[in-house]
Each structure stands twice: as C-alpha cells, then as structure tokens.
C-alpha cells in the first residue's frame, strides 16, 4: 500500500523525521526491529505506528563530541581574557603616543567589538558579514583624518547595536562562543582586580572588579548552561508534540527518548524498557489504559508487512 512505510530492522543516526512523517498525512510507519539513536520525531504523525522491538537510544559518540567542544571553548575563554588584558593596555592617546594603562581592555572599544563578532559569528553567519562589512569601512576610512572621525562613530555605533544582537541571536541558539566571550570578560576582569590591589593597592578599583568579574561569570554559566541543555536535547530521540495514538512499543528498548508534549492515547508498552525517558505530566503506566495489551491491538501493521 501507498502509504506503507517500510524501515523495519534498519539503523537511523541523527536523522529527522519531521518531513517524513507530517501531521495531515496519514501513513503507517513501522520500524520494528530497528535501531534509532538521536532521531527527531517531533511533530509528526506517528498515529498506529509499530515501534515494537525497536532499540532507541543516544548517539553517545556524538554528544561526547559536543561536550568536548564546549570543554575546549571553557579552556579558550582563560588565554582569550589574558589576551584581551595585555593587548587592551595600550590605549592611543594624543598623536600616536602611548601610555600603559591594565583598565585599557574596558575602553578600547576594538577589544570589545571583535570579542562581539566572535559571538555574532556563531550566531548568524550574515550578521558577521555585514558586521566585518563595518570594520572594514572604518579601516578605509581612518586613512583621512576628518573622515575617520565622522564614519568611525557612526560605525562603532552600529557595530555596537550588532553585537548586542549576536549576543541575543547566540543566547538564543545556546551559541558556546558567547560564554567564552563573557568568561574573557571576567578573566580581565579578574585580572584588573589583582593589578589594582597588588601593583596600585587600590582597594575601591580591586572591589569593583572583583564583582565585574562575577557578573561575567554568571553570564558564562548561563551560556554554557543553555548550550549543554540543547546538547542534552539533540542527544535524546524526540516524540515531542507526535501523535502516536495507538502506536506499539511492544518488547521496545526506551532510553533518552522524550515524550513531552505526545498523543500516548491507546499506545501498547507490553514488554519494553525505558531509561532516563521523558512523559507528559500526569502521565502514569500504571493507569495507561494501553499497558500490557498483546500485539493484536493493532494487526494492520502486521497484514500490511506481509503484503508490501
């Protein structure tokens, strides 16, 4: 039959069904015997799909591979703020002169908008085009004086108005680059506390500091929180919104699979197994109407098997 879907003892990786499986259309999925490890089912029209024999579960491989990113980006964020502190000291004063100043990372507004772009990188890659785009022009333009002046504001205005928008956008998408910006911060921050207590012994810039450090730092740990938890996410294999009444999961092997949100009217758990899995409140498998109903609950599956 035309909307017979046929994955029976098959391997599925990372690999959404969303496109296969519309909500409108009707289709009987069966995918007993298979093997899905981080799949994508939300939204989909799942109604008397057979899940029976199936082992579900998380790509290991791949979220070991996200962790260790988002360890690299924590390791990167510590050398980054050194950077940022020693190479923020000079600050142009005067016709060309210099002078060392361990505050010059906060005023130097260059430091700031390349520590943005790599935010707004990560975010949306148009945004860092157009964002260069900016930095380039106020490149040409510091070749004249009077033009320097004129478009420099107006760039470093808009540069500025960017990366609060690739803070939002990477926020957002759980971007780790942001939290490796913010733990810049407080690593400059941290390190302008010591300078003014030990080289200065200026207690009220050691203080302020200190705490500019901190508000980094929970920024960070956001950051890194909102990642780890989309990582969690795309790890787990997703039902979230599916309709799957009347679906079996007869003698299935359940783990890391999210149910939040999914039609479990009439669905058969005879048999199966579940580890760390997600279930709309209230639900219970106790009460479920569906628990240790035979396969005969829905033999259409089984008849269109034979005749496909």
Request: aromatic share 12%; with cysteine; glycine share 8%.
């Amino acid at each position: 039959m035309d909307n017979y879907v046929n994955y029976r003892y098959r391997d599925f990786q990372n690999q959404s069904f969303q496109n296969e499986f519309p909500k409108g259309e009707e289709k009987k999925a069966d995918f007993t015997g298979s093997r899905l490890k981080s799949c994508d089912f939300r939204g989909t029209n799942l109604a008397g799909a057979d899940f029976s024999e199936t082992a579900i579960g998380q790509d290991k491989q791949n979220f070991q591979k996200q962790i260790m990113q988002m360890s690299l980006h924590i390791i990167l964020g510590l050398p980054l703020g050194l950077l940022s502190w020693f190479s923020g000291r000079l600050v142009l004063v005067g016709c060309g002169g210099e002078v060392a100043n361990p505050y010059g990372w906060m005023t130097n507004p260059f430091v700031w908008m390349f520590a943005f772009a790599t935010a707004a990188a990560m975010s949306q890659r148009k945004l860092f085009i157009i964002y260069m785009g900016l930095i380039g022009l106020m490149v040409i333009a510091s070749i004249h004086y009077i033009a320097m002046t004129v478009i420099g504001i107006g760039v470093m205005v808009a540069a500025f108005i960017m990366s609060l928008c690739g803070l939002y956008l990477g926020y957002k998408k759980g971007a780790i680059t942001v939290g490796m910006v913010w733990m810049a911060v407080g690593v400059s921050s941290a390190i302008s506390a010591g300078y003014s207590w030990v080289k200065y012994r200026e207690i009220h810039y050691a203080i302020l500091f200190a705490i500019l450090a901190i508000v980094p730092a929970i920024l960070a740990t956001k950051a890194f929180n909102l990642h780890f938890a989309k990582v969690k996410m795309s790890a787990m294999t997703s039902f979230y919104g599916a309709d799957l009444e009347n679906a079996r999961f007869v003698n299935a092997d359940l783990a890391n699979c999210d149910f939040l949100g999914a039609n479990l009217q009439g669905v058969d758990w005879h048999g199966a197994t579940f580890k760390n899995c997600k279930f709309p409140k209230g639900f219970s498998m106790d009460v479920n109407e569906a628990i240790a109903k035979h396969s005969e609950i829905n033999p259409e599956i089984e008849q269109l098997a034979v005749n496909s």
